[in-house]
């Protein structure tokens, strides 16, 4: 896992931990580029993960960022 997610895994649990939805998805959008249909569903998951910690919530982030290769 790169600094960098784990950087930004560790933001955006404080801003969900927050209960500060509006915040997740402006940093997502700003920073991860991801869609809002993305952002929800990456929020979701995060929100059910028995043990919130960066690293899970970087392999969260990780898992969408990856483009499907054809």
């Given at each position: 896992?790169?600094?960098?997610?784990?950087?930004?895994?560790?933001?955006?649990?404080?801003?969900?931990?927050?209960?500060?939805?509006?915040?997740?998805?402006?940093y997502?959008?700003?920073?991860?580029?991801?869609?809002?249909?993305?952002?929800?569903?990456?929020?979701e998951?995060?929100?059910?993960?028995?043990?919130?910690?960066?690293?899970?919530?970087?392999?969260?982030?990780?898992?969408?960022?990856?483009?499907?290769?054809?």
């Amino acid at each position: 896992m790169s600094a960098t997610w784990k950087h930004q895994a560790r933001r955006l649990k404080q801003m969900i931990d927050a209960n500060n939805e509006t915040q997740a998805h402006l940093y997502m959008e700003r920073l991860l580029l991801f869609p809002l249909d993305i952002q929800d569903k990456i929020i979701e998951d995060i929100s059910h993960l028995p043990h919130c910690n960066s690293d899970a919530v970087a392999n969260i982030l990780g898992q969408y960022s990856i483009q499907e290769l054809k």
